[in-house]
């Protein structure tokens, strides 16, 4: 059965993208996520330019949290044109060499040995079902990931790579601004097969832009904010949550206060019309 949805801590922000905290800060704040239940930590291995995994696992390892109490997600598969690599162009790669040794790099920098989720980033055209297959059961049986899964992958890419691999997860793109997923067949297919959604930016364009779709959801989120006691980003939250998938979003903030705000998301049921309400707000017209 698929977990319940959960608030993910997405740690792309944590290092040179972003703070560019310090090995104590980063502890502190790892220490603080775990005590109010936030214990599923999301990277990659471009973040940072190669360089936060291994940072966030040097404060891993100065915090003395117990490895069992958290969960560890990476990505690997984007080769990023960077100071730490010598790309000519940025590109994929899954060749089964490939994702092993990528995994194997996110484990000597996270500083554990295993990872609890193991992600394809984006979906390449060169990708082949039988070669990411071999390299996922290699991992499998070393014990050093647990389950795998992919992310930015149309309903098409996750059926020809689940046709020789366990997929268990499908971080998307997924908010109130930006929905699309559930009108391609991406959250159709997730829930028919099981298959755990992670929401990325799932607070979508509401605080980077003011527009005429802003505009006409802050109205409706202004509305409801007194009704349910809660702010707009965990409105915006709970929108999400709602839907029948069970996803769970990747937060990226590091402010504490949003944080604990996100987390009472999770308490919040959108009453139907409100759920639609938003829908119409954010969509500029009623339902069909």
């Not at 703070?19 to 603080?32: G, V």
Request: contains cysteine.
């Amino acid at each position: 059965m698929k977990s319940e949805s959960s608030i993910i801590i997405g740690c792309m922000s944590w290092g040179a993208w972003g703070k560019q905290f310090s090995t104590s800060e980063q502890a502190d704040l790892m220490q603080f996520c775990v005590d109010n239940g936030n214990t599923i930590f999301d990277h990659a291995d471009i973040y940072g330019d190669y360089t936060t995994e291994a940072e966030f696992g040097e404060a891993f390892n100065e915090s003395g949290i117990d490895r069992e109490a958290i969960q560890l997600i990476s990505k690997c598969g984007i080769q990023y044109i960077g100071k730490t690599r010598n790309n000519r162009v940025k590109h994929y790669d899954y060749s089964k060499e490939y994702i092993i040794w990528s995994a194997e790099q996110s484990l000597q920098h996270l500083q554990t040995d295993y990872l609890d989720t193991f992600l394809l980033h984006r979906p390449s055209p060169l990708m082949h079902p039988d070669e990411i297959a071999k390299a996922f059961q290699s991992l499998k049986e070393s014990g050093k990931v647990r389950r795998f899964g992919v992310s930015n992958f149309t309903p098409s890419q996750v059926e020809l790579i689940s046709s020789t691999c366990d997929i268990s997860v499908n971080q998307i793109e997924f908010s109130l601004t930006q929905h699309s997923a559930m009108h391609d067949g991406t959250l159709d297919q997730m829930l028919l097969k099981n298959i755990q959604p992670m929401f990325w930016s799932p607070l979508g364009s509401y605080f980077k832009e003011e527009n005429e779709q802003t505009l006409r959801t802050r109205t409706e989120l202004d509305a409801l904010a007194e009704k349910y006691s809660a702010s707009p980003d965990t409105l915006l939250l709970a929108w999400g949550l709602k839907h029948p998938a069970k996803g769970s979003p990747v937060i990226g903030t590091t402010n504490k206060d949003r944080i604990l705000a996100a987390n009472k998301a999770l308490e919040i049921e959108l009453e139907l019309e409100d759920w639609f309400g938003l829908l119409v707000a954010s969509q500029g017209h009623k339902v069909p």
